[in-house]
């Protein structure tokens, strides 16, 4: 039963003869005509031989793809007779069968004479031969679809053409797989002999060359076939894949490249007109959600950024920013994964495979992990906030930005530092800013000759008279220490920790200025030399 080039013109020739006859005859009538044509065809065709086998079969062909032609047209037709159809279809599916019956005897003929003669000629046969067999099974599966609009029962015809397609698939990759191998060899022996190969290797490598092609082409549609029935064909379709891998990377010319793309686009083609305005359907909603999840993610931002700022917790910088940021990344996640599910995509596989990606993720990124535990600690056990004045991981400035992986520092002479979480969490902080008072501690020394009631009082007037010295706690004015070279008081006024620096400087200048106007020494260590004079003997 050849199906070529020709055939599929006369097909389509029959198209718009069918169209004719239709304004003259009803549907009904043409088809019954061409079954009748039919079967006498297959009633020769037992006695056939030669070209008139081949003439009888390739009528045949032409006669059935005429006739399901008109098959689908009336399908279509609401006021079709159901009854007339049933039974159409009913045969239809039996006639199919038993086509299918009779390819399979023949490639079982083709098979026992392998061996006997030239075997790459009997394999491209064979080959052809499926290729016929699956024809038939397209259209044993489009029988079996137009039953089940006709409500005719098809389960087994269907579990059938499941066995059929599933035998047959493992036998073409059996057969690809095989065909590979001896082209490969093929290949190899024509490059060895060089100039001096013969003929009847570049024929074998030319005939394992279409072998291969006519066999993929074959499982592909039988994959595809299978798919219609929703089998699994992850198998097969990985066998194909590396088969038609080898085919690209070792034995297609230019004309067969050429042919692929041309069957590529032709495909690509097809597939934009049918499914294009679909697609672009889903791929609208995708946008469209994923922008609206996006305007929602900053709503939620905004609402919880209100909440936690007038939260009577009063939470750290770091957690606020934390919630703002978790809270928006959670709700556009939410649309990203509604989006993703509108363009037919599987989550549950997705969301296992984020599972495994971040384990992996886990172990490369140990220490910013690191850091972020560290953050988190910080996060909730609050030792220092955005704009504190802080002396960790030997470093002293103040909190500019706090993220979970870092802190930000800017020191006292303008030097930005970003320094990793887990070195300020394993370190001492020192948070300078923290309590709402801080004691300034000063020490001056007077002459052992000076008046200590003096210079208490003076020292007490001078701190007493800072405007930025607190009143409470008390100031403390000591006498501390009796040095090598002076006497030391201890001076401890408490000030607002912003005005550290400010009381510090002020009260150190006052302090030189009044004990120079008093009449006080601030002595410097000095150290007296006595010289022994001894004569010599």
Request: proline fraction near 2%; avoid cysteine; charge should be neutral.
């Amino acid at each position: 039963m050849h199906r070529s080039i020709s055939a599929a013109v006369l097909v389509l020739l029959s198209l718009f003869s069918t169209v004719s006859m239709a304004q003259t005859a009803p549907v009904t009538e043409q088809i019954t005509q061409l079954s009748n044509i039919i079967e006498k065809d297959i009633a020769q065709l037992p006695m056939a031989k030669g070209e008139l086998k081949a003439l009888t079969e390739y009528r045949i062909n032409q006669k059935t793809d005429e006739m399901r032609v008109l098959i689908k047209e009336l399908m279509a037709k609401p006021e079709a007779n159901k009854a007339f159809l049933t039974n159409l279809i009913s045969n239809q599916i039996k006639f199919t069968d038993q086509a299918l019956q009779y390819i399979r005897q023949d490639i079982k003929q083709l098979q026992a004479q392998l061996g006997q003669k030239n075997d790459n000629e009997l394999m491209i046969r064979i080959a052809n031969r499926e290729h016929q067999n699956i024809d038939y099974q397209q259209e044993q599966l489009q029988n079996i679809q137009w039953a089940d609009k006709l409500g005719i029962d098809t389960s087994a015809e269907k579990t059938a053409l499941i066995n059929q397609l599933t035998y047959r698939a493992d036998r073409l990759a059996s057969l690809l797989t095989f065909s590979q191998s001896q082209l490969k060899a093929a290949i190899v022996a024509a490059t060895e002999a060089g100039k001096a190969v013969t003929s009847a290797q570049t024929d074998k490598v030319a005939q394992l060359k279409v072998l291969m092609t006519t066999s993929s082409d074959n499982l592909a549609k039988t994959i595809d076939l299978l798919d219609v029935l929703k089998q699994n064909t992850a198998e097969l379709k990985q066998t194909l894949f590396q088969v038609s891998g080898d085919i690209t990377h070792d034995v297609l010319n230019f004309a067969v490249a050429s042919s692929l793309i041309e069957q590529w686009f032709n495909v690509a083609q097809k597939q934009l007109v049918e499914n294009g305005p679909g697609l672009m359907f889903k791929t609208f909603i995708f946008l469209l959600i994923l922008f609206t999840a996006s305007l929602l993610s900053k709503v939620a931002q905004r609402i919880v950024a209100k909440a936690v700022s007038n939260s009577k917790l009063k939470f750290s910088k770091l957690l606020q920013d934390f919630f703002i940021s978790l809270s928006g990344k959670a709700v556009f996640t939410i649309g990203l994964l509604v989006a993703l599910s509108q363009l037919g995509i599987e989550l549950g596989p997705l969301l296992a495979g984020f599972g495994i990606a971040g384990v992996i993720i886990g172990f490369a990124l140990q220490d910013t992990l690191s850091n972020f535990a560290s953050g988190m600690m910080i996060l909730i056990y609050r030792p220092y906030d955005v704009g504190d004045l802080i002396n960790a991981a030997g470093v002293t400035g103040k909190v500019s930005h706090m993220s979970l992986v870092s802190t930000t520092i800017k020191t006292l002479d303008n030097q930005r530092l970003i320094v990793p979480n887990n070195k300020i969490w394993g370190d001492t902080i020192n948070n300078i800013t923290a309590e709402f008072q801080r004691r300034v501690d000063m020490t001056f020394g007077i002459g052992y000759s000076d008046d200590i009631e003096h210079a208490e009082k003076v020292l007490n007037e001078i701190v007493h008279n800072h405007p930025k010295v607190l009143k409470d706690p008390e100031v403390t004015v000591k006498l501390h220490n009796l040095g090598e070279s002076s006497v030391d008081f201890v001076v401890r006024p408490w000030t607002k920790p912003e005005d550290y620096w400010d009381v510090y400087w002020d009260i150190t200048r006052e302090v030189k200025m009044r004990f120079d106007a008093e009449g006080i020494s601030i002595p410097f260590p000095q150290r007296d030399v006595h010289i022994y004079q001894t004569k010599a003997e």
